[in-house]
């Protein structure tokens, strides 16, 4: 940890020791902000890295609300950015960006010459990680190239995760503090956006995964009666909160208590609380993995805590969609959204796919993923487990398909009962689903393997790729998939920029609201009627329908 801290200080003063006049600098109603540029694709981009958002969250302020930090006074340029106390990076990243409990930072990013006045439109990025891991650094939530080829101001942001985000403890601490922290990002670029060149009336919510599924919180949340207009359109990609993703209060302080008593400290009220605000950030985080006997990625998530998530999402989206916050939104999914979690074996037994050679097998396969992603479907029932086999195993020639398309229900079933509910009270709403393929393997992503895979949209949309990365230092990308993602990123600046219906390719993308057409991303998009996976949906997830 010494050398880590040394290695941190040293780059910081590195950093500081470059300073000079022709380098961009923001005078902002919280400081004197410099940063530091860098190009793509032959544009310049200015990049103000790791600003501080609110109060570090330690000491009496972990499991508590996040605190505004009002000054940050003057901030020099930084390379470093940060990273929340995660279980699942792997070390070389750990040394690359350490992981701090003072992570609550944004990143600010624009096209060189940007300047107070432009009132540019404005990209508030959320990353994914399903709540428990991720941040605004990692290379695939990347969105230096949206901000210079869309010409848009580009906000990312760290939120707090795992259990020090969504360690739900009643009366004793609230939950959803991952979501609050969010939103205090939000109030952050209403009152200091403008002096990056930002339209603080024109901001864009762009979420993947969790990210999106915070998207959804955001709209739908009544804490939108009590102030100002945080967001005025939203882009989502991957999954809005629903049953499964959000869990009840008493689930969340049950596991507070087994990591408690794990740690020696005593179980009820204050002294737990403060037992564990002594405890070591990266520890808490590491004990996480060992709370259930199912995938710890959802050990802490989003809960149903009677304020910024007041009640039953699905119950909330089927009867108070006419309540939520009115915005414009592209929504949608992949078409192969399973393959990646499928491929990566996320119930952590270590091993290869199975081979499921019988539809017993198979059935018992999902029942197992079923319980270690908290699906709100019981698989013991043998009307579910005919349909099941129905829906699935008798239709697709691989097992490992339909594995891929079960877990696939998690992420389209829920957006579709979302897009159903909404759009009969709402306007200007534009769904998609992406098919598209890239044309070769980069790095760790492998079309062959994961097809149009979960978050590729995202990828697409904010040109990830476009630039190197620790992952992929040298890049050398396919001419056809990087004009794909230049015309995705075009497809989204204009979204943000006008309040016409967005086009791609030339394709006119219908209003879902005014006769359910969804656009095809494909190598010839199109446009087709209807949602996807509709029976799909009504026979194996009926939790999540929109209808009564």
Request: charge should be negative; charged fraction near 25%; hydrophobic fraction near 40%.
């Amino acid at each position: 940890m010494t050398s880590r801290r040394s290695f941190a200080a040293l780059f910081v003063f590195a950093a500081a020791s470059l300073v000079n006049a022709d380098e961009p600098h923001v005078d902002a109603p919280v400081g004197s902000i410099h940063g530091r540029t860098t190009t793509v694709e032959g544009i310049e981009i200015e990049l103000f890295q790791r600003i501080p958002y609110a109060e570090p969250p330690v000491g009496d302020l972990r499991f508590a609300l996040p605190v505004p930090l009002k000054l940050v006074g003057e901030l020099q340029p930084s390379n470093l950015t940060s990273v929340c106390p995660q279980p699942y990076l792997s070390e070389d990243f750990k040394i690359l960006i350490p992981q701090t409990e003072d992570c609550l930072h944004l990143n600010v990013y624009r096209k060189a010459g940007t300047k107070q006045g432009d009132d540019k439109p404005v990209a508030a990025i959320i990353h994914g990680g399903a709540f428990s891991v991720g941040s605004a650094a990692d290379f695939f939530h990347d969105s230096v190239p949206l901000a210079g080829l869309g010409d848009v101001v580009v906000v990312s942001f760290n939120y707090r995760l795992g259990i020090l985000g969504f360690a739900d403890m009643k009366d004793l601490a609230p939950g959803n503090l991952g979501l609050y922290d969010q939103r205090l990002a939000l109030e952050w670029i209403q009152d200091n956006v403008r002096s990056f060149g930002g339209n603080p009336n024109k901001v864009t919510l762009l979420g993947v995964s969790a990210g999106s599924m915070s998207v959804s919180a955001h709209i739908n949340t009544p804490l939108n009666r009590q102030g100002r207009k945080l967001f005025h359109a939203a882009i989502f990609d991957a999954g809005v909160m629903a049953p499964g993703i959000v869990v009840d209060s008493d689930v969340t302080l049950a596991r507070v208590k087994k990591i408690a008593e794990t740690l020696g400290c005593k179980i009820d009220g204050s002294e737990m609380l403060a037992c564990l605000r002594k405890a070591d950030a990266n520890e808490l985080a590491k004990l996480s993995l060992d709370v259930e006997g199912y995938s710890p990625i959802w050990t802490f998530q989003p809960t149903i805590d009677g304020k910024f998530i007041p009640r039953d999402v699905a119950e909330d989206v089927r009867n108070n969609a006419k309540d939520f916050v009115k915005v414009k939104m592209l929504i949608g999914t992949a078409k192969d959204e399973g393959r990646t979690f499928s491929s990566y074996r996320f119930d952590l037994t270590g091993t290869k796919f199975p081979n499921l050679t019988s539809e017993k097998e198979f059935i018992d396969y999902c029942a197992k993923l079923a319980f270690g992603y908290k699906y709100p479907i019981d698989l013991t029932s043998s009307e579910v487990q005919k349909r099941l086999s129905e829906a699935y195993y008798q239709k697709n020639p691989s097992r490992f398909l339909d594995v891929s398309d079960f877990i696939s229900g998690m992420f389209v079933c829920p957006t579709n009962a979302f897009v159903k509910s909404y759009s009969k009270t709402n306007h200007n709403i534009y769904v998609y689903r992406f098919d598209r393929k890239l044309h070769q393997k980069y790095s760790i992503i492998d079309p062959e393997k994961f097809g149009a895979f979960h978050g590729s949209p995202f990828l697409h949309f904010t040109g990830s790729l476009l630039r190197p990365s620790a992952v992929i230092p040298n890049i050398t990308m396919n001419a056809e998939d990087k004009t794909y993602i230049l015309d995705c990123i075009e497809m989204v600046a204009n979204f943000m920029k006008t309040d016409d219906a967005p086009k791609f390719r030339g394709i006119e993308w219908p209003d879902f609201s005014k006769g359910e057409g969804v656009l095809v991303f494909d190598e010839k998009p199109h446009v087709v009627k209807g949602l996807f996976s509709e029976d799909r949906c009504k026979v194996i997830f009926p939790v999540f329908e929109s209808s009564p």
